[in-house]
């Protein structure tokens, strides 16, 4: 269970994983056809949906925190398991030029944590050390989707 000096990062979490989620739709809206058009640059479409993958995840987990005499650790397991699902989906899709190692890695190794952290979370419930963990987590999960945003947003299309 979430115990109440946790609640105010909690809340802030979610605040800030939901106000990325509308600056990444409005960056993919601005460029919309650099991303989803048939002439998107190759790998933007998994650019943007990983980046939206990491920052749903940040944001569900965050809010349902948020929820008075809830324990974390099977909402927690069920983001890590579709984020993990989706990165592995979306691995395969970006090309080498993207410069994705960094945040693969990052966010692979955020997931795969937030898994284990959670699995504990289940069997321990009131482990606040855990709790704590996944603080950590949620950063590492908003910081690999950041940077693949900021890459999307970077990325031009070569000159004619």
Not at 41 to 46: F, K, Q, R, V, Y
Not at 66 to 95: E, K, N
Not at 112 to 141: F, K, R
């Amino acid at each position: 269970m979430v115990t109440p000096h946790y609640l105010g990062y909690f809340s802030a979490a979610a605040t800030a994983a939901a106000a990325l989620i509308g600056l990444l739709f409005v960056a993919v809206s601005l460029r919309d056809d650099d991303i989803f058009g048939e002439h998107a640059l190759p790998g933007n479409e998994a650019l943007a949906i990983s980046a939206f993958t990491g920052l749903v995840n940040a944001f569900f987990v965050a809010l349902i925190a948020l929820i008075p005499q809830t324990d974390l650790g099977y909402p927690a397991a069920v983001m890590g398991v579709i984020s993990v699902s989706s990165l592995i989906s979306l691995h395969r899709r970006l090309p080498a030029t993207t410069g994705r190692v960094g945040s693969t890695v990052l966010s692979y190794l955020a997931y795969g944590t937030q898994l284990v952290v959670a699995a504990i979370l289940i069997l321990h419930p009131h482990d606040e050390s855990q709790l704590n963990n996944m603080t950590y987590i949620l950063i590492a999960s908003m910081a690999a989707a950041l940077q693949r945003a900021w890459m999307l947003v970077r990325r031009k299309r070569p000159a004619d």
